[in-house]
């Protein structure tokens, strides 16, 4: 092999795990975020390169291509000319507003931040449905058994994040389940659990208190170890809990992006859910699952 062809591969792997550079040092996982909770074996910058690589193929697919913001700039300064006689409260009003926006034009569809768990890697996205991202990704690849990634291993989407503590979690819960099981919405669920880096909450009572709320949204809802509509996902690290619901979760090995594509017709004969939340999931007959993740 010529030495050319071996520099091109260099340069094609540093531009490959560029962004993952980032990953030390960076911002770190706060409430507020929504994203994509990945874990990993060992390598955790080449999770991150991993995960811009496959994120951004199907983003691009979901989304269109990511157009980072370089407009509205010849509007802003017209509307500064406007206004100089502005005082001075409404003139940095909106030089606060310009800041804002400006920072979002320019911020990345997919940035990794810091997870506070090793071997955990999480993905802030912006402008983005985590939910329906990720059980796309997890659909194509159970369909079409490709494996794309090495060292992932499950990729979590996170819809909400609340601070890690009993009151918090059950006072954010009970606005955040509303979309899959408020009434007239309803569906068989369980619950998964993990916690890192943490030791002030208690499994068994974080279950207890979210399975009541979802009951108090609708008596219909119904827990089912074997084969749930729905699957909520609490992940906790440190003082931040990292909530979803997702549909597939036994189909698609705990969202494990490695076990998915071993995955045979034979194991699993039922077809993946439609991505949108008010679509009914088809019941699937699976082996049980347990009410709390390992």
């Not at 089912?224 to 597939?248: A, Y």
């Amino acid at each position: 092999m010529s030495s050319e062809v071996q520099k091109g591969k260099k340069r094609g792997k540093a531009q490959y795990l560029g962004n993952a550079k980032r990953h030390k040092g960076g911002k770190q996982l706060e409430v507020g975020m929504q994203g994509i909770l990945i874990t990993c074996n060992m390598n955790e910058r080449k999770c991150v390169g991993e995960a811009y690589s496959l994120l951004n193929e199907y983003g691009d697919l979901l989304y269109g291509a990511e157009k980072l913001g370089e407009k509205d700039d010849m509007a802003s300064g017209s509307e500064e000319e406007e206004e100089d006689d502005d005082d001075v409260e409404v003139a940095l009003k909106k030089e606060v507003d310009q800041i804002r926006t400006s920072t979002e034009k320019n911020l990345c569809r997919f940035q990794s931040v810091e997870s506070g768990a090793n071997n955990v890697v999480f993905i802030r996205t912006l402008n983005v449905e985590p939910e329906k991202l990720v059980h796309h990704i997890l659909k194509d690849l159970f369909t079409t058994k490709k494996k794309k990634t090495r060292v992932i291993l499950r990729m979590l989407p996170v819809t909400g994040t609340c601070r890690a503590f009993p009151e918090d979690l059950k006072k954010y819960a009970e606005t955040f389940f509303e979309p899959w099981f408020k009434a007239p919405n309803k569906g068989t669920f369980q619950i998964v659990y993990k916690a890192r880096n943490n030791n002030h909450m208690n499994r068994d009572e974080v279950i207890k208190d979210l399975a009541e709320i979802v009951g108090s949204l609708n008596p219909e809802n119904k827990v089912d170890l074997s084969n749930p509509v729905f699957t909520i996902v609490v992940e906790i690290i440190k003082i931040v809990c990292c909530l979803s619901v997702v549909k597939d979760y036994t189909l698609f090995r705990k969202y494990n992006l490695q076990e998915v594509v071993k995955t045979t017709k034979e194991e699993f004969p039922q077809q993946p859910a439609n991505d949108d939340k008010d679509k009914a999931q088809e019941q699937s007959k699976e082996e049980p699952v347990p009410a709390t993740d390992t």
